[in-house]
Every structure is written in structure tokens, then in C-alpha cells.
């Protein structure tokens, strides 16, 4: 008979990265006025923001042990990653973070993936998105929502249980997880699937898909998946899911963060929704 695994799944709502926590890194984005900021807060607190005492680390402050006890980590990233200064007209606020931080500041916390159908994954247009979508690749981070094409907007990401290393978008190698105290339960039998090279060692699927409602005048970029809400588009989703789980059980979980996560559960005879208010 096999053992329960428990695993541990932390989802994180906006992370900003931009603004004055790129200003306090050595290499940022040109914002005069937030750098104005960033300067007088380094003189008020030296040994905390001063130069060299300001890390990839510092952001997450005391969640650090957090992320890092998790099995996997999901966080919205609520920021352009971009050098790109052509601003998305007549919105009001625009953010965007040095590309040269993103990797070392998600990789500090452990992240695996990142929600970009948000509301400000366009604030340098289509291409500050690319930009964005090119350096998450480059860190070997999964995201959807939006990204280079459509089809990495509207597709889900395949994570896994425990977690992987992710190659490419999309594609990830066998890794290893501590067992910790968590919230979702799963049993893994002989028949659970194994991918080769990996010594036997059992795996649960887990899709990320992730959409946005707003904002709707992102509804004329291709690449950005937004619900409009409509028959169609429901009717669109709903087989897109039934295609999905035709060759494995899974549970599909609905998150205040915009995103979809499928599960693949084994023991499962059916399927189960669990629903976190928005």
C-alpha cells in the first residue's frame, strides 16, 4: 500500500518588483522620481539599504523561509520586466523592473511560476511583454496569461509534484522536494507515471492556466489572455479542460490570483473544485 505524500503549494498575490525595489539595486530601470525616493530612504536606513546590504533576498523579507519550505511556489508578478520606455498610453500607472533582477530576486524565493495576465504585464506594451516572456525563459520560470504568442498566453504550463527543474517554457526535468506539512494530499501508486531518466521517481502532473478580466482594452493584444465573459468564450475553455483531463484524473483548482491549476490526482475517480473567493 503506498504512503501519503503531503505537499505544501504557496500561492502569493502581487509581487512587485519595480518601483523603489529596483531602484535600491545596483543595476535599474531610468525613474527619476522613484530613484529620488530610493536615495533618501538608503540615507535614512544605511545598514538596511545601503549598498551591498540590499540583496536578491531582501525583498521577500521573513516570507524567505516560507517560500523556501514549499514544494511549489506561484506568485503574480505585478510588473513589466523591461528596458523598453514607450509607456502604454493614458494609463495611469506603469510599472517595470530591470530584467537583469528578475532572476536572482525569484530565484532567492524558490518561484516556479509566474502569473503574468494581470494588469500591468502591459504597462511598455507588446514589447515590454516580449521582453518580459524572453527574460522568464531565461531564468527558467513558467508563466502564462500572456507571453510571446498566443499560444503561450492561452496554453497551461506543466509543473509537477514533487518539483522539477525547468528546462524550457514548458518543459521541466525531475527534482527533488522536501516532504513538509501541507495542504493538499495525494497518493501515488504503481501506475503514476515516471519520466525516464529519473529512476523511477513518481510525479504529479500540475497545469497552470491564467487569464484576466481587465483590462479590456488589452483585449486587442493577441498574446494576452483576457475573459470577456461570453458564451463562446466559456465554450472554448470548457473544451480546452475536457481535452485536458481525457487521459488523467485531475483536480482543478480556481485561485484568487486569476489562475486555473489542474492536479493530476490517481486515485481519483472523478474530479473535484475547489474555490478560493476573489
Known amino acids: 500500500m503506498s504512503t501519503p505524500r503531503t505537499f505544501t503549494l504557496t500561492f502569493t498575490g502581487d509581487v512587485m518588483l519595480g518601483r523603489l525595489i529596483d531602484q535600491l539595486l545596483p543595476e535599474h530601470v531610468n525613474n527619476p522620481q522613484d530613484k529620488e525616493v530610493a536615495t533618501s530612504f538608503i540615507s535614512k536606513h544605511p545598514s538596511i539599504l545601503g549598498q551591498g546590504n540590499y540583496t536578491p533576498s531582501s525583498p521577500w523579507g521573513t516570507t524567505l523561509s516560507l517560500f523556501q519550505a514549499s514544494d511549489l511556489n506561484i ?16 494609463k495611469k500607472y506603469n510599472y517595470r523592473m530591470h530584467p537583469a533582477n528578475l532572476a536572482p530576486i525569484l530565484h532567492a524565493a524558490q518561484i516556479d511560476y509566474a502569473n503574468l495576465a494581470n494588469n500591468h504585464v502591459l504597462d511598455f506594451g507588446s514589447e515590454g511583454l516580449v521582453e518580459t516572456a524572453w527574460t522568464l525563459k531565461s531564468a527558467r520560470i513558467a508563466f502564462s496569461g500572456a507571453g510571446e504568442t498566443t499560444n503561450e498566453a492561452f496554453k497551461p504550463v506543466e ?11 514548458g518543459c521541466a526535468r525531475i527534482g527533488t522536494s ?44 493577441p498574446n494576452f489572455h483576457l475573459i470577456d465573459y461570453s458564451p463562446n468564450y ?7 479542460n475536457i ?12 485561485t484568487n490570483l486569476n489562475l ?10 472523478g474530479e473535484t473544485m475547489l474555490m478560493f473567493p476573489r
Do not use: C
Not at 519520466?195 to 521517481?201: C, K, L, N, V
Not at 466559456?234 to 480546452?240: D, G, N, P, T
Not at 486555473?260 to 490517481?266: G, K, L, R
Open 260 to 269: 486555473e491549476t489542474t492536479i493530476t490526482n490517481p486515485r481519483s475517480q
Open 234 to 240: 466559456f465554450f472554448q475553455m470548457a473544451w480546452r
Open 178 to 221: 522536501s516532504d513538509t506539512t501541507g495542504t493538499i494530499t495525494t497518493i501515488a501508486p504503481e501506475s503514476t507515471r515516471t519520466q525516464a531518466g529519473d529512476s523511477g521517481a513518481r510525479y504529479l502532473p500540475v497545469h497552470i492556466y491564467s487569464a484576466s478580466d481587465h483590462p479590456q482594452d488589452w483585449g486587442s493584444v
Open 243 to 254: 481535452r485536458a483531463r481525457r487521459t488523467r484524473k485531475v483536480i482543478p483548482i480556481t
Open 159 to 169: 509543473l509537477a509534484l514533487p518539483r522539477k527543474t525547468l528546462l524550457k517554457h
Open 75 to 90: 506568485i503574480n508578478l505585478e510588473t513589466a520586466v523591461t528596458t523598453t520606455p514607450e509607456r502604454w498610453p493614458n
